[in-house]
């Protein structure tokens, strides 16, 4: 009877015939270009690519580590290099309001020709007034404006110096300017003497003397009248032969950049700014050290507004930008305005501003990751307003090892249009459409990555591609046909489906590297089968400490988990353990308890809030499955507990329903289960078994518990048929079925499962609605008859 449902070993795993490989080694094969498998999703992403309309961006979701990344940024690249290149842009110093740069766009490599301009036009002009006004017949001509001066100033001083001595007193000149001495009897009087004259006498000098102050003020007015005139003489000199050396430089400028409005107005205002800082661009000038250190430090040198700050350069870059940074900051993403700490004050200009993976992304592709952008509220908010605004802001951001905040400077924002492509999760993508209202409207494409891929001869040969190119990069030895068709199997594993392929690469590359290592160690040219499987064995082996550990305990029954015998209302269930990085699979015994009453099934996991709902949702659907089947012409008078025992911390999952109904069933027949065969899949309430997951790890768990007690040709395990393609075992386990000496069985019913545990037939209603005497469910029926008998009785 069990014969029937027991699979053959050829069922238990999908093999690779190395023969379809024409190749000796992947050394001959061509390099993967692209990925493997994901049609759907490459057609998503080459649709959104292409697609320039707003909200178009693109979410391209899948799990970590199957290459959509990679893709995204070589396919993005591609399509990049068609497109034309964006402008350049730079910062302009602004001489209306100086805490506003302006924002300078320039075709692709003209930004940093305008720079080189700038720099050059600073060293000529600063060379050509010096030059100007440093030689002979500048200084010459100078000298002869300030001797003119010197003169007509000796000679006001002269007629004062007359007339000071006509009204009784000398002319004196100091560091503190003009006084005046009386004279007395043809002798110069200072103060002493001055006061010992008659009263008389000095009241006359002091009427003398306000006619001296009256004229000495009219001197001295007529000396700054001069000394003005004089000045306004020289600027104005200096003015007209300044101008008509800045204007040579300026105007061939002008007509280099005349379609540039922006440019030729800035030409203009720097000429202004020469000719109001001349004195500054003039190297023998006295240095003023009167100055506040603050205004010192803040002051800009005329020539250092006229630099370009080129904060985009395209001039190398061909077709669009591609920018895809791993190393994500706000000030990275956004960019920022940089500062210089000259003793304790913070000195910022235009020139200190740098810019952003936006800035230099835009007109072209920004390619990021969900986490980088979610990794504070700062950060997707600025988001946001770009995309919502479509602007590129540089804001005054504090800085939070100073707690101080760079205030003042404005600059002009730029206009922003880039294709973004967002890369992330399932569970972020949900997220995000939960809490953000506006997320799908920004993000109106989605590229789905998927975990697998059809098993066929594309997706082979892809992987086939992806192995030589693996070896390639990291210069390592290549693999045989049967090393690349035993890489495939152990690909259909990772996808836990023999009619899939994992695109999961990071679990392929683990074990291709490490393969190729052990290959390398032995010397060894070729990777060989023998190297993947001791890759695969030793990778599991370092990650197995709490299965070993649970192996022991099992072995010395502090676990106790019977692996031979029958026992009534006892039964082994499977489970997955996911510790870390590593799944598997362990037995666990079940026990049910039945008895007569009305409390139904008691799941004792549940009363004592171990049981997660999905598990309580299965324990319930077993009540639903015995009522139906048996409580059709009596009332269900049942109590029933189930317990996993030796557990003790919370249980998920309805995998073990079909278990725990088999045990209950056990109890109610009294019909022992064979404890050699463990069991595992769930049950809905028709009775038809349902697939589960984990399948591979459960049967290898329970195999390696038997294996190492010693195998019998009893042990086994009994699965749900629909998990047949799930399978994808170890050759150990193959082996033995192969020997006979272990049994996997599939089971499409409850009753299937029942026959397989007892070596009992299930039983079958004949046409008067009764089963068949001696069979499991006649043995259950007659139990729950007579419980139900029983009550009635003592309602009675």
């Known amino acids: 009877?069990?014969?029937?449902?027991?699979?053959?070993?050829?069922?238990?795993?999908?093999?690779?015939?190395?023969?379809?490989?024409?190749?000796?080694?992947?050394?001959?094969?061509?390099?993967?270009?692209?990925?493997?498998?994901?049609?759907?999703?490459?057609?998503?992403?080459?649709?959104?690519?292409?697609?320039?309309?707003?909200?178009?961006?693109?979410?391209?979701?899948?799990?970590?580590?199957?290459?959509?990344?990679?893709?995204?940024?070589?396919?993005?690249?591609?399509?990049?290099?068609?497109?034309?290149?964006?402008?350049?842009?730079?910062?302009?110093?602004?001489?209306?309001?100086?805490?506003?740069?302006?924002?300078?766009?320039?075709?692709?490599?003209?930004?940093?020709?305008?720079?080189?301009?700038?720099?050059?036009?600073?060293?000529?002009?600063?060379?050509?007034?010096?030059?100007?006004?440093?030689?002979?017949?500048?200084?010459?001509?100078?000298?002869?404006?300030?001797?003119?001066?010197?003169?007509?100033?000796?000679?006001?001083?002269?007629?004062?110096?007359?007339?000071?001595?006509?009204?009784?007193?000398?002319?004196?000149?100091?560091?503190?300017?003009?006084?005046?001495?009386?004279?007395?009897?043809?002798?110069?009087?200072?103060?002493?003497?001055?006061?010992?004259?008659?009263?008389?006498?000095?009241?006359?000098?002091?009427?003398?003397?306000?006619?001296?102050?009256?004229?000495?003020?009219?001197?001295?007015?007529?000396?700054?009248?001069?000394?003005?005139?004089?000045?306004?003489?020289?600027?104005?000199?200096?003015?007209?032969?300044?101008?008509?050396?800045?204007?040579?430089?300026?105007?061939?400028?002008?007509?280099?950049?005349?379609?540039?409005?922006?440019?030729?107005?800035?030409?203009?205002?720097?000429?202004k700014d020469i000719l109001a800082n001349m004195d500054k661009f003039l190297d023998n000038q006295p240095k003023q050290d009167n100055i506040p250190l603050q205004l010192k430090i803040n002051e800009m040198k005329p020539w250092e507004k006229y630099e370009v700050n080129l904060i985009v350069d395209n001039s190398k870059l061909k077709g669009a930008p591609v920018i895809a940074d791993p190393n994500l900051t706000f000030f990275n993403l956004f960019g920022k305005l940089e500062y210089e700490n000259i003793f304790g004050n913070l000195k910022t200009d235009y020139r200190m501003i740098k810019a952003g993976d936006v800035h230099i992304a835009n007109g072209g592709f920004l390619i990021l990751q969900a986490t980088d952008l979610l990794a504070s509220t700062q950060i997707w908010d600025t988001f946001k307003k770009m995309i919502r605004t479509k602007q590129l802001y540089i804001d005054n951001i504090k800085d939070n090892n100073l707690n101080v905040a760079i205030v003042g400077l404005k600059p002009q924002a730029i206009p922003f249009k880039a294709k973004i492509v967002m890369l992330g999760t399932s569970q972020i993508f949900s997220q995000i459409s939960m809490l953000d209202e506006d997320f799908r409207k920004m993000f109106r494409i989605k590229s789905e990555f998927e975990e697998v891929a059809p098993r066929n001869r594309y997706t082979i040969k892809s992987t086939v591609q992806f192995i030589a190119s693996y070896c390639n990069k990291e210069n390592l030895p290549h693999f045989s046909p049967a090393a690349v068709a035993q890489i495939i199997e152990y690909s259909s594993r990772l996808a836990d489906d023999q009619t899939k392929l994992t695109t999961q690469l990071n679990e392929l590359l683990q074990v291709i590297s490490e393969a190729a290592t052990w290959a390398k160690m032995d010397n060894k040219r070729t990777v060989s089968t023998e190297y993947v499987k001791k890759a695969i064995k030793e990778k599991l082996i370092r990650v197995s400490k709490y299965d070993y550990i649970l192996q022991e305990m099992m072995m010395n029954d502090t676990i106790l988990i019977d692996t031979e015998g029958s026992k009534v209302g006892q039964i082994n269930g499977l489970s997955v353990l996911t510790v870390g990085d590593v799944s598997f699979g362990k037995p666990s015994r079940i026990t049910a308890n039945t008895y007569m009453g009305k409390s139904g099934i008691i799941n004792i996991e549940r009363e004592v809030m171990l049981s997660g709902q999905t598990h309580s949702k299965g324990v319930m659907i077993i009540s639903a499955y015995i009522g139906e089947k048996f409580a059709q012409e009596m009332p269900l008078s049942l109590s029933a507990s189930v317990c996993f025992e030796q557990v003790y911390s919370g249980i998920d999952g309805d995998s073990a329903s079909s278990t725990e109904l088999y045990a209950i069933l056990s109890s109610l027949s009294e019909v022992p289960i064979n404890q050699a065969i463990s069991v595992t899949g769930s049950i809905n309430q028709k009775g038809e078994i349902q697939p589960i997951g984990g399948v591979t790890e459960k049967i290898e768990g329970y195999f390696n518990l038997c294996n190492q007690r010693g195998l019998t040709g009893e042990q086994g395990v009994m699965i749900p048929k629909q998990n047949i393609r799930n399978l994808n075992l170890n050759d150990e386990v193959i082996e033995a079925v192969k020997n006979n000496m272990f049994h996997i069985y599939a089971v499409n019913t409850a009753d299937e499962g029942i026959e397989i545990l007892t070596g009992i037939p299930a039983g079958k209603k004949d046409k008067s609605g009764n089963y068949t005497p001696g069979t499991i469910n006649y043995l259950v029926y007659e139990k729950l008859k007579k419980y139900a008998t029983q009550a009635m009785k003592e309602e009675k």
Not at 5 to 17: A, Q
Not at 98 to 116: D, R
Not at 148 to 161: F, M
């Open 1 to 271: 009877m069990a014969n029937n449902k027991e699979l053959g070993y050829e069922s238990l795993k999908k093999e690779c015939n190395p023969e379809v490989f024409n190749f000796k080694s992947t050394k001959e094969v061509k390099e993967l270009q692209g990925v493997i498998g994901q049609e759907r999703s490459i057609k998503a992403l080459e649709f959104g690519v292409n697609i320039d309309t707003d909200g178009y961006n693109i979410y391209v979701e899948g799990p970590n580590g199957i290459g959509k990344t990679a893709y995204c940024i070589n396919y993005i690249n591609k399509i990049a290099a068609t497109k034309p290149t964006p402008d350049d842009w730079c910062y302009i110093y602004n001489f209306d309001n100086q805490n506003e740069p302006i924002a300078l766009s320039l075709p692709a490599g003209e930004g940093i020709k305008f720079k080189k301009d700038m720099i050059t036009f600073v060293e000529d002009i600063r060379k050509e007034i010096n030059q100007t006004f440093n030689n002979e017949d500048y200084q010459k001509e100078k000298s002869l404006i300030e001797q003119e001066l010197e003169n007509k100033k000796n000679l006001l001083l002269q007629s004062l110096t007359s007339e000071a001595y006509e009204q009784g007193f000398e002319v004196k000149n100091s560091e503190n300017g003009l006084y005046f001495l009386p004279i007395y009897e043809g002798k110069s009087l200072n103060e002493m003497e001055f006061s010992q004259l008659p009263q008389n006498i000095q009241e006359d000098f002091e009427k003398r003397s306000k006619i001296i102050e009256a004229k000495t003020l009219d001197i001295i007015k007529q000396l700054k009248e001069l000394e003005n005139n004089s000045k306004n003489k020289i600027a104005n000199w200096i003015n007209n032969i300044a101008l008509l050396t800045i204007s040579l430089q300026v105007n061939d400028l002008k007509n280099k950049y005349k379609s540039y409005k922006i440019i030729t107005k800035y030409l203009d205002c720097i000429r």
